[in-house]
């Protein structure tokens, strides 16, 4: 099913908008939507987790 037009555009302003997502998390959920591909939010989520962690992952510390 293909996103209906602006649809990755008003997805991506209101996960900024809302601090839910960062840009490269909202990134990654726009293009599994865009090529039909489930999300995979453990890498999501992951990503998401170590951008608010300064880009260190927990077992690094």
């Known amino acids: 099913?293909?996103?209906?037009?602006?649809?990755?555009?008003?997805?991506?302003?209101?996960?900024?908008?809302?601090?839910?997502l960062e840009k490269p998390a909202i990134d990654e959920v726009i293009k599994s939507l865009e090529t039909e591909k489930p999300v995979n939010w453990n890498l999501i989520l992951t990503k998401q987790f170590e951008?608010?962690?300064?880009g260190h992952r927990e077992a690094e510390s």
């Open 51 to 54: 951008i608010e962690q300064g």
């Open 1 to 20: 099913m293909q996103l209906p037009e602006e649809s990755a555009k008003k997805l991506q302003y209101a996960l900024i908008s809302k601090s839910l």
